[in-house]
Every structure is written in structure tokens, then in C-alpha cells.
């Protein structure tokens, strides 16, 4: 059964996800009141009624597609830490942000949008990245490749000798270590900025308008759906020791995501030096 549903066109993922989100999300942009957002463990860690309501429109979904399938969702697990221990598990998993950039969206801005990802033992298999304000859906398939609204999309190669455009944490929000880490991004040849919405930094490096990523946190909400869109879009991704990130946890942060492999080299070494 999991075998020939990997094997089919997958549609009805990217269907649920855009329904999802037309039910539970659009309706609400722009348009939500003060008590449907609440703060989680700060300002800066925000949930709102379209992000709970998103993430059971989409286990209820997902989960009828692939019968025996579980949900790891952001907001499940915040009401029951447990649910994460799903990914090292023996079911498949669907990976569910179903708001992210949820500052944007409160913000009413666009840069916002709803990941989903399944892993099967802690491999990566496909992933949908669904931009709604922007209409844009990327989708990738363990070796199968990646699209952006149906067209295949590659990341390429920055031009040699250009200044590579980086996505990292914010550093005010790390550790120290992390903090030093990630300030080594601060040296020529590299233009480090504060990362958006994580998914759609991703979907940058994906189709070539942004060269990396640079991340210290390992939610698998935020990176899976992302991470296989990289790398199947031609992309590379390491950590900080040079192994692959796992979504499973207990990666060196930070880690970096990259159009090529060199480019995601050229980062880890100056995360190496500035740490």
C-alpha cells in the first residue's frame, strides 16, 4: 500500500494542501482578530486560529490518503511533545507546518506558507511547499526532481566570484556558541541576512534567487519539506560536523542548505571559523 501510493502522481497531497488552506488560512489573512492570536513561548513564537485549524483540516486529510499514516504537526506537538517521537517510528509520517512564517501572516504580509513533508524511517520521501498568497506550489520527489507550479526547477551554481546571498537564525535567538557560529556568515564574499518564513527561504535556494541557508534550530516542521526540495532541485545540505541534517534530530547545528555543494561548503566553513 505505501509502496504504490509513493508510486502514484501524488496530486492528491498538493490537493489537500491547497484545500487546507483555502478553508482554514485565506479566509483568515488579513482578517484576524486579536483573541485568534495567542503567544506560545514568547513575542516572537506566535499561533493562530489558522495554524491549529489548518493542521487538523490536514491530518484528517493526509492521514485518509496513506491509511496508517501519523501526523507530526508544530502545533500537535506543542500540545503534546510525544507526538515528535512519531518521526523515528515505524509508520509513515506526514511533517506538517501548517502556517509557517506565522509573524508575516499575523503581519498581513505574504511571505508565508504551509509545509508538508513525508519521511518514512527518518528518510525524506516528498514534499510540498505551498506559497497561497504568492499562488505557488513546489513540490519534490525522492529522485524524481522538483517543480515550482508544475515547471521542473534547478538550483545552479552562483556565479564564480559573486557574493553569495544568505538566509540565517537570527542571531538575538541562539546560544552563545551558536551566536559566534553563526556571526563567522559576517566575512566577505557573503551577504547574511535574518531569515523570513524558513520554507519559502528554502524555495528560494530551490530555484536559484538565493544561494543559502544557515539555520541552528532542527524542528523538522520548518526544514524537512524544504531540505528535499534543495537537494532534489540540485541542491546540497550539510551540518556543522559535514553530515547530512537528520530529521530525526541530534544534528551539530547550526546546518546549511545550498544551491550546490560547494556553495553549502563555503558556508559550513565559515560557520567553522566564526564558531
Request: net charge negative; hydrophobic share 45%; aromatic share 6%.
Amino acid at each position: 500500500m505505501f509502496d504504490d501510493f509513493l508510486a502514484g502522481d501524488l496530486t492528491e497531497v498538493e490537493e489537500a494542501v491547497r484545500a487546507a488552506a483555502a478553508a482554514e488560512i485565506m479566509p483568515r489573512y488579513r482578517q484576524l482578530a486579536a483573541h485568534e492570536i495567542v503567544e506560545k513561548s514568547g513575542p516572537h513564537d506566535l499561533v493562530t486560529t489558522a495554524d491549529r485549524l489548518a493542521e487538523e483540516h490536514l491530518t484528517a486529510s493526509l492521514t485518509r490518503l496513506l491509511p496508517g499514516s501519523v501526523v507530526v504537526g508544530e502545533e500537535s506537538v506543542h500540545a503534546d511533545p510525544k507526538v515528535y517521537d512519531a518521526l523515528g517510528g515505524e509508520a509513515p509520517v506526514w511533517i506538517v507546518d501548517p502556517v509557517d512564517g506565522t509573524r508575516q501572516f499575523v503581519r498581513g504580509e505574504p511571505g508565508f506558507c504551509t509545509l508538508v513533508a513525508l519521511a518514512h524511517h527518518g528518510e525524506l520521501l516528498a514534499s510540498w511547499t505551498y506559497a497561497a498568497a504568492l499562488d505557488e506550489m513546489a513540490v519534490a520527489v525522492r529522485g524524481r526532481g522538483a517543480t515550482l507550479n508544475g515547471v521542473p526547477v534547478h538550483s545552479g551554481s552562483p556565479a564564480p566570484g559573486a557574493v553569495l546571498e544568505v538566509a540565517m537564525s537570527h542571531p538575538d535567538y541562539t546560544s552563545d556558541a551558536q551566536k559566534r557560529a553563526l556571526l563567522g556568515l559576517r566575512t566577505e564574499g557573503i551577504n547574511a541576512r535574518p531569515c523570513g518564513s524558513a520554507g519559502l527561504e528554502y524555495l528560494a535556494v530551490a530555484r536559484g534567487d538565493q544561494d543559502a541557508v544557515a539555520f541552528n534550530w532542527e524542528f523538522a516542521w520548518d526544514h524537512a519539506a524544504g531540505l528535499l526540495l534543495v537537494t532534489e532541485a540540485g541542491g546540497a545540505q550539510a551540518t556543522l560536523s559535514g553530515a547530512p541534517f537528520r530529521i530525526i534530530g541530534g544534528n551539530a547545528l547550526p546546518f546549511s542548505a545550498a544551491r550546490d555543494e560547494a556553495t553549502a561548503e563555503r558556508i559550513l566553513e565559515a560557520l567553522r571559523a566564526g564558531g
